[in-house]
């Protein structure tokens, strides 16, 4: 059964800081990972994909990596802003057909 | 404005009430999906539809029914028989079912049992 786990659950830090949040999964067996953004009361904003193929993909100051073969997944974030404040969900696809399952995320906090 | 489209925002059932939470997609999507949402849990797969008519269980679809119409709408009703139906509901689609397409989600529906 695969199981997506993030590391850290909450994240403070001063605005301007470089920061990396952590997905690992049990299962390499993985067709691509999503990033979501959550804010609070909100649905899900997808912010990157990367196909099982890929190394990693890149949206303006974020960065997502993939190592499938060590089932981790990282999201780097440059120069963070308070409007960065979110929750951070990844989810891994697999299986025959396109379920996601999903960590439980990082609550992260920008202060300014 | 291409989206998903989620209604109500909030919505209270009393005990022993069934209620519907309304999912529109004008994307033009063929697969849809229904994850719940609980505190301190990841998101998790109710029900999935690949294509009109055709609909699917996934990991916890005890207590729930779903139905597919029409290629845009994808309501979800919660039963009575769901013994904990206090949670977040999030509608999701993508393109079709296969593996390599990105999945796009509303904004949600919270449900709490008075």
């Known amino acids: 059964k695969q199981e997506v786990t993030q590391i850290p659950a909450a994240l403070s830090v001063p605005e301007g800081e470089n920061l990396v949040l952590n997905c690992s999964f049990t299962?390499?067996?993985?067709?691509?990972l999503q990033w979501f953004r959550q804010d609070p009361g909100k649905g899900l904003t997808s912010l990157l994909l990367?196909?099982?193929?890929?190394r990693e993909q890149t949206s303006g100051r974020l960065n997502a990596s993939l190592d499938k073969s060590s089932g981790r997944s990282t999201l780097y974030i440059a120069a963070s802003q308070p409007g960065d404040s979110a929750t951070y969900l990844c989810a891994v696809r697999r299986g025959g057909f396109q379920k996601l399952v999903f960590g439980t995320g990082t609550r992260l906090l920008v202060s300014p | 404005d291409g989206g998903i489209t989620q209604s109500p925002k909030y919505l209270f059932r009393k005990e022993g009430q069934n209620v519907t939470l309304s999912c529109e997609q004008n994307l033009n999507h063929d697969a849809m999906y229904w994850y719940r949402q609980d505190p301190g849990q990841g998101l998790r797969l109710i029900y999935y539809?690949?294509?009109?008519?055709?609909?699917q269980k996934g990991d916890i679809a005890e207590g729930y029914s779903v139905s597919r119409e029409k290629k845009e709408s994808f309501p979800l009703t919660v039963t009575s028989a769901q013994k904990n139906p206090t949670a977040f509901y999030l509608c999701?689609?993508?393109?079709?079912?296969?593996?390599?397409?990105?999945?796009?989600f509303g904004q949600g529906t919270r449900l709490t049992v008075v």
């Open positions: 539809s690949q294509i009109v008519n055709d609909f």
């Open positions: 990367i196909q099982s193929s890929q």
């Open positions: 999701a689609s993508s393109i079709d079912l296969a593996r390599s397409t990105e999945a796009f």
């Open positions: 299962d390499s067996a993985i067709y691509n």
